[in-house]
């Protein structure tokens, strides 16, 4: 303990000096040593010889009296302590402020509660401090006794002994019997004080200070242990204990009457009130502890009642209070790292509003036909297949709008992390995972995936500056990033891919092999084998078709009327050669819908010689290979010739249409002329006959040739939307357009929603080609384990299945009991636990 030494004093030197034999009169020194300080504690010492004190101390421990004048020190401090200083402590005190356990708070005012307070607290910091100054001159005098006699006996010193009896004497001993002690008085009313100072009322931190430095100066027991300071043992704990009862009802009070973003605002200015308290009244040593207490009562223990308040973390992201979102995370990072409650509060409104988006691409996907029923017959018919056409496109447009809102929604939450989260990691990857589980439960989110890149490459990107090209691809890739099942968007795009390529709709070859290279990049090279292997035919197609070509004019054929022709040879494992299956091919009326879409199509006597000419032609370069015309995947160019009208010249149109509205077109061009009968025509049946086209592209193509306005080259008997069994066509001499040029489309070409049984077949062939991968998988983990438990080899199957997809465990046992029965695997009998050997 520090001594403090009055000013005007030095310190006495210790020497030693014999007695030359006399005796000490231990009674008559002690009665000079005691009259010395009384002097000293009525402020009267400086007529006093401290040498002279210091002799009669040193005299008296020298005469092995030592333990006698400690005794009567002490006995001189208890005395003075306990009848002079401890009733002019007890004189300030007013009545209320006597009723430690608070209910002295209703007697008087707030002011008249704090200047009492503040007269009290002076008057105790007073006592303290002179008594300090007294000790200090004393502990000079007795120096001698606490260097030899406290030390021999391990007493504590004079200073430590007179620090302890200020604690009983003054703070430990009651103000009157039955009353409390001044101890529990000094704590109530800094209490109060500190009550007053978070109500914003203004208060003597200097004051309270004082009397808190004088409890860190005070200890439980004379040993001085440092964990047993008054502060810490006494005032502290009350000091905690009431600010978790205020912090707890004011938390409870302000959710029940403040919105979220000012509890949070307030909370944050309680939390640096209190570290500024503890700096400025209290000890530092407090700031840790109270600061935990405020967080545990307005934070930790409200946080979940704040974030589901009205105006809570829902209302601030619907509002875009990124400032308050900011502050809800600072105050919960402040008590968990992990932040719980705000990441399940985060996933929640993702969950929810992924799940609205959801749900109206499944209504727009359900919407029906607008058709009237109150038309009949044909009428009715024809607006039937108009409603239908339509609902398809609202379809596609709904697929459309819910990747772009799902997009929106991933920019939306990926702005809140980065703004009111700092990026923070564990939120992040919480918002991210959500996004998996909104993208992942919406059943056509593969499809609807593929149908938006589909429709950026068709048109999305025309126009667009390599940065927004860019832009595009990567907001492709981040979606593509959440699926789960990885393989069923493969085959969707597969198939959206090939029409583009075939079709020629892409808006560019080198944005698709950058998407390609993206994806590589992303999911592997497993992943985009098939769909480089697709690039790389078309390019080997087109050195086909210049060789083709070349090998023509080298036979020195030079016919003007001979048919040039392109050729895409495709491989057949390769190409998913099904997506030219139309839509109407799912609901035919069963004419023919038997005939599968490789039957032998009729050829005119032009076009089949070109035909045998390219398989000639490729036989020789590659023998043993059988090629397999896909009519239905073709297109063509042809030059049409219209009559002149009255007083014109003849009308001379480009016309590019499928390969199919080739073959129909040009039956027109054998059919007999007359000039004074009515046209020549041709029955559906006659048309099927001739040409051998599957029935179902028959009539799209018909409709697109006789009933679409712009392109009727046809004219179709009786006139209606629908084709039918009876209806006649012939040439329209009438036909006008003012283009040269006239593209001829087919009705449900283009890349649509799957209907439910397109789903169906796509799922089946699907599943299919997961069992052959879930095969594959256990093949190749058996082959380099030899052998393996049921359970590992089920963990190890998953494991490397799912980044493609998230296979299903009795499909996996399905295909393990597959392999035992081709003699693939077979089982260990006498294994503890099961288990299977490789046998291939």
């Known amino acids: 303990m520090a001594v403090v030494i009055p000013a005007g004093h030095s310190k006495t030197n210790i020497f030693k000096q014999g007695l030359n034999g006399a005796d000490v009169d231990f009674d008559h020194t002690w009665q000079v040593l005691e009259g010395a300080f009384k002097e000293i504690h009525t402020k009267n010492a400086s007529a006093l010889s401290f040498e002279e004190l210091y002799r009669n101390a040193y005299k008296i421990v020298l005469k092995k009296k030592g333990e006698e004048l400690y005794n009567r020190v002490a006995q001189f401090e208890e005395t003075w302590l306990g009848q002079t200083v401890r009733g002019d402590i007890v004189k300030n005190l007013s009545a209320p402020l006597m009723l430690a356990d608070g209910t002295g708070r209703a007697l008087a005012t707030q002011t008249e509660r704090r200047q009492a307070g503040e007269k009290f607290l002076k008057s105790l910091k007073g006592a303290w401090e002179d008594h300090q100054v007294c000790m200090g001159m004393l502990t000079d005098v007795l120096m001698y006794l606490d260097r030899v006699y406290c030390t021999d006996y391990r007493h504590p010193s004079i200073f430590a002994k007179s620090m302890g009896l200020f604690r009983d004497q003054i703070l430990r001993t009651p103000v009157k019997p039955g009353m409390a002690t001044l101890l529990q008085i000094l704590t109530s009313i800094i209490l109060d004080q500190i009550a007053m100072d978070r109500d914003g009322e203004a208060v003597d931190q200097f004051i309270i200070k004082s009397n808190v430095y004088m409890l860190e100066g005070l200890y439980e027991s004379d040993q001085e242990v440092e964990d047993e300071k008054l502060y810490l043992r006494s005032f502290e704990v009350d000091f905690l204990r009431s600010s978790a009862e205020f912090y707890r009802e004011e938390g409870e009070s302000l959710l029940r009457e403040s919105d979220a973003g000012t509890y949070c605002r307030h909370a944050k200015k309680r939390i640096d009130e209190e570290n500024g308290r503890c700096r400025s009244m209290l000890s530092e040593a407090t700031t840790q502890k109270i600061q935990r207490v405020v967080e545990d009562e307005l934070i930790r223990h409200k946080m979940k009642g704040l974030i589901e308040m009205d105006t809570g973390v829902a209302h601030m992201v619907e509002n875009d209070k990124f400032a308050d979102l900011n502050l809800v995370f600072d105050l919960e990072a402040r008590v968990d790292p992990k932040k719980p409650e705000l990441t399940k509060a985060m996933q929640k409104i993702i969950m929810e509003m992924g799940t609205s988006i959801n749900n109206n691409a499944i209504a727009a996907s359900q919407a029906p036909a607008q058709a009237s029923a109150a038309d009949e017959g044909d009428d009715s018919k024809e607006k039937a297949k108009a409603g239908s056409a339509k609902a398809i496109n609202q379809q596609t447009a709904a697929a459309l709008k819910w990747v772009e809102e799902i997009l929106a929604l991933k920019d939306r939450f990926d702005h809140v992390t980065k703004v009111s989260f700092t990026s923070d990691q564990m939120v992040s990857t919480s918002i991210n995972r959500s996004m998996a589980d909104v993208i992942n439960t919406f059943a056509r989110g593969s499809e609807y995936i593929s149908l938006f890149i589909d429709d950026n490459m068709k048109k999305g990107i025309k126009n667009k500056s390599e940065v927004e090209i860019d832009a595009t691809l990567d907001k492709s890739i981040t979606i593509l990033r959440y699926l789960g099942d990885k393989d069923v968007f493969e085959t969707y795009y597969k198939k959206h891919l090939c029409k583009r390529l075939l079709l020629s709709k892409s808006q560019s070859l080198d944005v698709e092999k950058q998407m390609i290279s993206r994806m590589k990049i992303e999911l592997g090279n497993s992943f985009t084998l098939k769909l480089e292997a697709m690039f790389k035919d078309m390019t080997l197609s087109e050195e086909l078709t210049n060789g083709y070509r070349n090998h023509v004019k080298n036979l020195g054929d030079v016919d003007p009327q001979r048919v040039d022709l392109g050729i895409n040879v495709l491989t057949a494992m390769t190409w998913p050669l099904e997506a030219f299956k139309g839509a109407s091919d799912q609901h035919s009326d069963g004419n023919d819908s038997s005939r599968p879409q490789s039957q032998h199509v009729i050829f005119p006597p032009s076009i089949d010689r070109v035909r045998l000419g390219f398989e000639r032609f490729y036989s020789d370069k590659h023998s043993g290979r059988k090629l397999t015309w896909q009519s239905n995947m073709g297109d063509a160019d042809l030059k049409a010739t219209f009559p002149r009208s009255k007083g014109g010249k003849p009308r001379t149109h480009d016309i590019n249409c499928s390969t199919y509205a080739m073959l129909i077109l040009l039956l027109f061009n054998d059919l007999p002329s007359d000039q004074t009968g009515p046209p020549a025509s041709l029955s559906v049946e006659e048309i099927q006959a001739r040409t051998n086209i599957p029935w179902n592209d028959l009539k ?141």
Do not use: C, W
């Open 700 to 840: 799209r193509n018909l409709q697109s040739l006789a009933v679409a306005p712009k392109t009727r080259f046809l004219v179709k008997e009786p006139m209606s939307r629908d084709i039918k069994a009876g209806d006649v066509f012939s040439y329209n001499e009438g036909f006008k357009s003012e283009f040269i040029k006239i593209k001829v489309g087919v009705v449900s070409a283009g890349n649509k929603v799957e209907g439910d049984r397109e789903r169906k077949e796509t799922e089946k062939r699907n599943n299919d080609s997961r069992g052959f991968a879930v095969e594959a998988a256990v093949v190749r983990i058996m082959k380099q384990r030899k052998e393996l438990p049921h359970a590992q080899l089920l963990t190890e199957t998953l494991t490397q299945l799912s980044a493609q997809f998230k296979p299903d465990v009795g499909m996996i046992k399905k295909r393990i009991e597959s392999l035992i029965e081709r003699e693939y695997l077979e089982r260990l009998d006498d294994a503890p636990v099961p288990a299977y050997r490789y046998l291939a």
